[in-house]
């Protein structure tokens, strides 16, 4: 193809993302959330200190809310707070720039997978209009980031295999620990990902030198201990917590099955683990997940949200078909990394996730892509060649715009999405500081969530004052802890109208018993149509 037209239809695809991005980005998603907000003033307390919010010095995982994130997502934020303050633009930024990123990066991996630039710009043109992509890169996941490095690693390893150049395996691997500091689906691929290239090694030419494959493998030896020095240094009580064997419906089933029939062969942890472990990661690319539903939380989706059309599901197939007919060299790794994608959530007690396998929506656009390009030209000697492609082409275009309808004029007016995003903090801050002289003590629910994050992100706290008071309980059965108290906050909604110069902040139904006298006294902040807080004051 002529490059000029190649850089043009690539530059539409980018601007396409560009606007799917930035349309109506203060609004959708309608909050920041409390791992949101965590992001950013972690990023605003290393920028101003050095430190994060405990006051530990550039720490390589982040003990936010006793779940020790990953470090990237939060320094690689740091230059966006610098830019533009602490915000919820600056706090998203990193993967607004990351999400409009992948549509250049996927035509050239595809290029380099098929060397096709036809089909490298079809993918990139799925890839543009793909809301599931978008539901993640619009606000700040850290899944992100690690699909990025993910999706590097591919591409770096792909040149490596075609070249040997040592320089692009230095690359491949730099871009999977990168991936493996992000978030934890990236260790999953660490580990795969070194397996294949202990193979892939011995079969090049360095299977033939000892000394050269030993040099490798030292290397690669450095980079697993690299990857996972944090998690012997920090506490993981949150990852550990999310495994399914710890989740209390996994304990009382394999309890209730030895109670009704005590056949140790057949019901033990071992034979549970692995049907659970098979089921958790077929859900993961059935076509319900895929095509049809999407994640259930609210957060990352919406019923009817598939993340890939039924139309897209199909060719998927088609793509995979002519991938072996064709024996297309690069197949076997292009499933591996699909395949590897749902083990991630397949090991949690959590329903079928996209922030956990949000990297399958790349080889699975990528493979579509390679259906679509081959149905293309098997069509070529029909007679209604036209016809055919002109229905298909409806039929994509009626899919992606009920999609985009739901998502941008429908998902954020819902309650549960309202709700899901910890709405009405933003509102409620703002009523605490123009009350703040007014006041002894604020008592804050705690009951949804971590709200003191809320106070720190939205006031902004200055994090050196707050560092000399931040004390966190002990993990709970989720593995997250709490902040009980800071400043004139105390996050316990004990109400007590007796105690003076007090305002105490709830949930409505935190209400119930109060007297009528109360009722007709409080305050409320709203979201859309939704009550979220209600507000007392006792002078």
């Known amino acids: 193809m002529n490059k000029k037209i190649i850089a043009t239809l690539l530059a539409i695809f980018t601007l396409i993302s560009v606007f799917l991005h930035f349309y109506r980005i203060n609004q ?52 966006f707070v610098a830019l533009f303050g602490l915000n919820d633009f600056s706090t998203r930024a990193l993967n607004i720039v990351i999400g409009i990123s992948f549509i250049p990066l996927i035509f050239f991996i595809t290029k380099e997978l098929f060397n096709n630039e036809k089909i490298a710009l079809l993918s990139s043109f799925l890839t543009s209009l793909s809301p599931g992509i978008y539901i993640l890169s619009r606000h700040a996941h ?11 690693m591919l ?46 090694l011995w079969k090049k030419d360095s299977g033939k030198s000892v000394k050269k ?33 710890k ?28 049907q659970e472990i098979f089921k958790r990661y077929i859900l993961q690319l059935s076509p319900e997940f895929l095509a049809v539903s999407g994640d259930s939380n609210w957060r990352f989706g919406f019923s009817n949200l598939g993340l890939i059309t039924p139309l897209e599901y199909i060719f998927f197939f088609i793509g995979l078909y002519y991938l072996f007919k064709n024996k297309e ?46 149905i293309y030209l098997l069509s070529s000697h029909w007679k209604l060649q036209k016809s055919l492609l002109l229905f298909l082409f409806l039929i994509f275009a009626f899919f992606k715009l009920n999609v985009w309808d739901l998502y941008f004029n429908h998902y954020p007016k ?44 939205f006031w902004p706290f200055d994090p050196t004052g707050y560092q000399k008071q931040a004390k966190i309980s002990a993990p709970d059965e989720y593995g997250f802890g709490q902040i009980g108290k800071f400043d004139k906050f105390e996050f316990n909604f004990k109400f007590d109208p007796k105690l003076r110069r007090s305002v105490f902040i709830g949930y409505p139904e935190g209400f119930n018993d109060t007297s009528q006298e109360v009722l007709n006294k409080i305050k409320k902040i709203k979201v859309g149509t939704e009550e979220i807080f209600w507000i007392y004051e006792v002078n």
């Not at 850290?142 to 590097?152: N, R, T």
């Not at 201990?225 to 998690?231: G, K, L, Q, R, V």
């Not at 959530?345 to 080889?363: E, G, H, K, M, V």
């Open 414 to 457: 819902r309650a549960m999405t309202i709700r899901s995003w910890q709405c009405g903090y933003k509102e409620l801050v703002d009523y605490v500081k123009q009350n703040y002289d007014k006041y002894d003590k604020f008592y804050i629910t705690d009951r949804h969530g971590q709200p003191y994050i809320f106070f720190l992100y």
């Open 142 to 152: 850290e899944g992100v980031l690690s699909a990025f490095f993910i999706l590097l």
């Open 213 to 245: 494959y030993f040099g490798y493998l030292a290397f690669l030896g450095i980079i697993g201990i690299i990857a996972i020095y944090p998690d012997i240094r920090y506490s993981l009580n949150r990852i550990q917590n999310l495994a399914f064997f």
């Open 329 to 374: 060299k690069f197949r076997l790794l292009l499933l591996f990394i699909f395949f590897i994608s749902p083990i991630n959530n397949a090991l949690t007690w959590q329903d079928a996730s996209l922030i956990r396998t949000y990297i399958i929506l790349f080889p699975i656009l990528l493979i579509i892509a390679y259906g679509i390009f081959h």
């Open 247 to 274: 989740s209390s419906g996994f304990q009382l089933r394999l309890t209730e099955y030895l109670a009704e029939h005590p056949n140790r062969l057949l019901h033990n942890k071992l034979v549970e683990s692995a």
């Open 28 to 79: 959708i998603p309608p909050c920041i959330n409390a791992d949101e907000a965590a992001f950013g003033y972690n990023a605003y307390s290393i920028l101003k200190t050095g430190k994060d919010e405990y006051g530990a010095f550039l720490p390589l995982r982040f003990k936010s809310f006793e779940d020790y994130k990953l470090p990237l997502y939060t320094y690689l934020s740091v230059p």
């Open 155 to 200: 591409l770096f390893l792909v040149k490596y295999i075609k070249t040997n150049s040592i320089y692009y395996f230095l690359f491949a691997n730099l871009s999977l620990l990168g991936s493996s500091y992000s978030y934890q689906n990236g260790r999953v691929y660490l580990f795969f990902i070194i397996l294949y290239e202990v193979v892939l």
